[in-house]
């Protein structure tokens, strides 16, 4: 398929806040890393910059991410999905993308109805 | 890692809404599928009957994913992040996982500012 339209963040659905989750997908993996929020100022950034920027909801500031910890994510690929109302950013990750030094922070299985505990922290 | 909890929907954290997003993945090749929301019981119907059970925003409704379809999703592995506010499903994905037929919703890439479809319907 090579039908293209021009891309704009604005045409994205975001929720009531203005923000679209965005999952993160280790690209050399394949393991799905974590999942956060952006505005259409971070969507913008993040594909002008190639840092993946997210939006933090808690500080209500731009996120770049491992801005501080140095465990940044390069832009690999940026994918829409088919509501427009969901992103999948594929990156290179530097360290662990979890903030509690984990690789993924999806490192919490429920088995048999018990939480099992897949990785421990990298550092 | 053994550390074990018992596992309880309730300890998860919903939005204003009681919803909580559900990244479906693929477990055999890990491509991610869509995302989807899920509210407490939606989490306790996937994990009781394997079927991955979604709940439908649109239709307030549960949603068992591929029920009329066919497109089911067996779970493999079910997986909480370390907010407690994201899931991830890895699955066994029966036919497409996309309602327009495509094998996944993440099918759009948008490269040097323009929208590439990456792959076609299925069927």
């Known amino acids: 398929m090579t039908e293209q339209t021009p891309f704009d963040p604005a045409t994205l659905r975001f929720d009531a806040a203005g923000l679209i989750p965005a999952v993160a997908q280790d690209a050399t993996t394949g393991e799905v890393l974590m999942m956060a929020w952006m505005n259409a100022d971070a969507v913008a950034r993040t594909l002008e910059t190639r840092r993946v920027t997210y939006w933090s909801r808690s500080r209500q500031a731009f996120w770049v991410k491992g801005e501080t ?55």
Request: overall charge negative; hydrophobic content about 30%.
């Open 69 to 123: 910890s140095g465990h940044v994510q390069e832009l690999v690929d940026f994918r829409v999905d088919c509501d427009r109302d969901c992103l999948l950013v594929t990156v290179y990750q530097t360290g662990p993308a979890c903030h509690t030094g984990r690789r993924s922070c999806f490192y919490t299985e429920v088995r048999d109805g018990v939480e099992v505990e897949l990785m421990a922290p990298e550092e």
